[in-house]
């Protein structure tokens, strides 16, 4: 972990103006941790042109949650993986359409799984900011 910057970018204006901005970019150092926000499972591991390496995550509190331009993923994480809050899953970068001079995580946050509408997720990064670190081994009673 390492420090962030971050705004509520979400909404702005993206692709001169033919699109607006779904998610949140946490902008930081290339190589730097991305962490889990939620306990959950690894719904998808893939790569696309827009998004770059990219990960989904099914959160035990029914959120989805999409995390973009990755450099590379963490040990062991794959689709199907089980992660818990705080748990490494990745590194920041700036793949897919990301310029390369600004490493950063786009993140998303879908209420009621990918298909629903992304809605804003300022607040729920917020509130996992001063809780955040890397979490190397599940907590106590974790399934």
Not at 24 to 33: L, T, Y
Not at 79 to 102: D, F, I, L, P
Request: proline fraction near 5%; aromatic fraction near 8%; charge should be positive.
């Amino acid at each position: 972990m390492g420090p962030v910057q971050y705004g509520n970018d979400f909404g702005a204006s993206r692709g001169g103006g033919t699109r607006r901005h779904q998610g949140i970019d946490v902008m930081a150092k290339r190589g730097q941790r991305v962490v889990a926000v939620e306990s959950g499972r690894i719904t998808s591991v893939k790569s696309s042109a827009s998004c770059g390496y990219s990960l989904g995550l099914a959160g035990d509190d029914g959120n989805y949650y999409l995390y973009c331009h990755l450099n590379a993923y963490a040990s062991g994480i794959k689709a199907g993986t089980r992660v818990w809050a705080g748990k490494q899953v990745g590194t920041v970068g700036s793949t897919g359409n990301a310029h390369e001079a600004y490493p950063h995580l786009h993140f998303e946050l879908h209420p009621n799984g990918p298909a629903a509408a992304a809605t804003n997720p300022y607040a729920r990064l917020r509130n996992a900011e001063g809780r955040t670190g890397v979490v190397a081994s599940p907590p106590k009673g974790w399934r």
